[in-house]
């Protein structure tokens, strides 16, 4: 099966936890709005969203075409891509609970892209700079201590290789590496005073990235630059 | 099968989707930190968060107990639990749609609850009014009409009853009447703006109202009225 996967060309965003997990199994994909051409591939991706077709339009990318099914968000591209690519055990206990992961770490998305847009995402983040100085101070004091720490505590728990949902690599260890992949590019400092907390999570990430697929996928063009369009900005006073 | 569910006692937060869905079906449920006492429960609910036990601590709740299965975050718990209710359709184009409008129900309520916490869910509203002020204005002028005009997209392309997903009421059905139930309380003024672009949503509302066992849940003492601790508060400032 080749899968289409649809969203923005120049960001990384919330597409790039389903690419990683693409990558991590070598699965047969087009990055429809890269590879057809930025024009031609927004354009058919907006048609998606917006048409008359299909019956059941995504809100919003990323999505993924698998045959005639049309999957829209991330944790549920990565629910379903999961099995089919051996990213998840298959007892249904380890399903829900990398699920249940999966959407905990949503949720931390949403908290680091508002630390730049707590206002709203239609501005700038020059129009909001005030605002999200505020919210980014309480974010690095309270909330990515407690995301962080939470992951540690699961990762300290395990008596073997760190990961998250049972002995090998699944879905869930792919997205906590480009989390932290992303925290490290966007609050440096809050970071490497954190790192000596995190030893486990961090050893998760040098695994992952070691992954032969992986540090392939991060060594290619086809891997986005993190830059400041995307959920993980560097914006030095953030990260005082 | 007797179902455990852990939420915060005093407000309908995320727990009442998992409630309405409980109702619904008439299952045989127990809202822990509810009936057994106010500091049991809560204390019951913390340890399950913060222990040793279990293996698979939740971030946060709600989280249902089923058997020997602990289950958090809403749109994952709601996922386990409609098949076993009948509240989604066999089909798995159907069950991954019915997941994928949840998740966007679950994006969709964060910008709510952002729009009186802004800044940081650890300050009170009193500590955040006037960045709350900008945020109100922003989803109210933009993101409020974005996603309730997304679903009154899809339901008016219902030839049938206002259902999203198959014929007869699922889950995101329930979450989307209590979007716009709490929506209608939060902000009065601009929900009766928006209520002649959205006839289909309210007729959803109407019929899900309407069914018996929902509406003997809400007349019930176990609805626990909306109130200014919860997701959805009245604000008369933010809704001008």
Same mark, same amino acid.
């Given at each position: $099966?080749?899968?289409?996967?649809?969203?923005?060309?120049?960001?990384?965003? !919330?597409?790039?936890?389903?690419?990683?997990?693409?990558?991590?199994?070598?699965?047969? &994909?087009?990055?429809?709005?890269?590879?057809?051409?930025?024009?031609?591939?927004?354009?058919? $991706?907006?048609?998606? $969203?917006?048409?008359?077709?299909?019956? @059941?339009?995504?809100? *919003?990318?990323?999505?993924?075409?698998?045959?005639?099914?049309?999957?829209?968000?991330?944790?549920?591209?990565?629910?379903?891509?999961?099995?089919?690519?051996?990213?998840?055990?298959? *007892?249904?206990?380890?399903?829900?609970?990398?699920?249940?992961?999966?959407?905990?770490?949503?949720?931390?998305?949403?908290?680091?892209?508002?630390?730049?847009?707590?206002?709203?995402?239609?501005?700038? &983040?020059?129009?909001?700079?005030?605002?999200?100085?505020?919210?980014?101070?309480?974010?690095?004091?309270?909330?990515?201590?407690?995301?962080?720490?939470?992951?540690?505590?699961?990762?300290?728990?395990?008596?073997?290789?760190?990961?998250?949902?049972?002995?090998?690599?699944? &879905?869930?260890?792919?997205?906590?590496?480009?989390?932290?992949?992303?925290? !490290? &590019?966007?609050?440096? @400092?809050?970071?490497?005073?954190?790192?000596? *907390?995190?030893?486990?999570?961090?050893?998760?990430?040098?695994?992952?990235?070691?992954?032969? !697929?992986?540090?392939?996928?991060?060594?290619?063009?086809?891997?986005?630059?993190?830059?400041?369009?995307?959920?993980?900005?560097?914006?030095?006073?953030?990260?005082?």
């Amino acid at each position: $099966m080749r899968y289409e996967l649809f969203y923005w060309p120049s960001i990384q965003g !919330r597409g790039e936890f389903v690419r990683l997990a693409l990558e991590a199994a070598g699965a047969d &994909y087009v990055d429809v709005a890269r590879e057809r051409g930025r024009g031609l591939g927004v354009e058919a $991706m907006l048609r998606l $969203m917006e048409g008359p077709e299909p019956q @059941r339009p995504p809100f *919003a990318p990323p999505f993924l075409r698998a045959g005639r099914l049309l999957i829209a968000q991330t944790a549920n591209i990565l629910q379903y891509l999961a099995p089919r690519l051996g990213l998840v055990p298959k *007892a249904e206990a380890a399903r829900l609970w990398a699920h249940q992961l999966q959407l905990t770490l949503a949720d931390w998305l949403v908290e680091i892209h508002d630390t730049h847009h707590p206002i709203g995402k239609s501005l700038y &983040y020059e129009d909001q700079k005030p605002e999200a100085a505020r919210r980014a101070q309480n974010f690095l004091e309270l909330r990515l201590p407690k995301f962080l720490g939470y992951f540690e505590r699961l990762l300290a728990a395990v008596p073997a290789e760190p990961r998250l949902v049972g002995p090998e690599c699944s &879905y869930p260890d792919l997205s906590l590496f480009h989390m932290i992949e992303g925290l !490290r &590019y966007a609050f440096p @400092r809050a970071m490497l005073r954190l790192a000596p *907390a995190s030893p486990h999570v961090l050893a998760l990430c040098d695994q992952v990235a070691a992954i032969p !697929r992986i540090a392939a996928y991060l060594a290619s063009p086809r891997r986005i630059p993190f830059n400041d369009g995307g959920i993980f900005r560097h914006y030095p006073e953030l990260d005082p």
